[in-house]
């Protein structure tokens, strides 16, 4: 089966630019989930949808992030304006509901801020 | 708030010798956990799981174990290879459609 796909893989801007994630899951996948992982730490949850209902955004910084998952297949992030404390690999991940305690990655988008 | 910790961020391993990750958590509620083995320029992948109805669990040369007591579990690999070098995170969460904590890893290298 194909695996989660993730554009663009690389993304550099200058800080207040904004920039935009393009994630999709594996088919049948019902929950979606964007992680943000800082060099040298864990991923952190950003925001977890159940189809195309928000279950968790607790840590999405909404002042500056939001994220939607229109039908309940692909979902985009966006972040404006940037800061440079935004730089990281954002990792979109899915779970099907018969495996629901196994995320399935994709291979993140890598965001730079100068 | 780190809920869960990996406080090794290195370890190396000869090939064929036994390599044991570590990683700890603070939440009593917490009742199933993973780990993910992480390559370069690559996402995370799911390695093996266990939930708080177990102590141990074991897939091939990886076998996770579970001390609920201590808050602490462990994952062991046996016998390692240099395939296995990578980074490996340990994850908790509430039930498996809940939030996922991460640890922040430890890069294990395997040498031949």
């Known amino acids: 089966e194909a695996g989660v796909a993730q554009s663009p893989r690389y993304k550099i801007i200058e800080k207040r630019q904004s920039v935009a994630f393009w994630c999709n899951p594996i088919?049948?996948?019902?929950?979606l989930y964007w992680y943000q992982q800082i060099l040298g730490q864990g991923p952190k949850l950003l925001i977890q949808f159940q189809n195309n209902g928000v279950v968790d955004d607790s840590q999405l910084p909404k002042d500056r992030f939001s994220a939607e998952r229109l039908k309940g297949v692909d979902s985009t992030l966006k972040i404006q304006p940037a800061k440079l404390e935004d730089s990281a690999v954002y990792l979109c991940?899915?779970?099907?509901?018969?495996?629901?305690?196994?995320?399935?990655f994709g291979e993140g988008s890598r965001l730079t801020v100068l | 708030d780190q809920q869960v910790k990996q406080n090794s961020p290195s370890l190396s391993v000869q090939e064929g010798r036994i390599s044991i990750l570590n990683c700890d958590y603070t939440n009593s509620m917490f009742d199933y956990f993973l780990w993910y083995k992480k390559y370069p320029a690559e996402g995370p992948t799911f390695l093996i799981s266990i939930s708080s109805i177990k102590d141990k669990n074991e897939d091939g040369r990886f076998t996770v174990f579970l001390n609920k007591s201590a808050k602490h579990l462990s994952l062991h690999i046996v016998p390692s290879q240099p395939g296995d070098s990578a980074v490996y995170f340990c994850a908790a969460s509430r039930g498996t459609g809940n939030q996922f904590y991460f640890g922040t890893g430890t890069s294990l290298t395997v040498i031949p």
């Open positions: 088919s049948g996948h019902a929950t």
């Open positions: 991940a899915s779970s099907s509901p018969l495996r629901a305690g196994e995320l399935f």
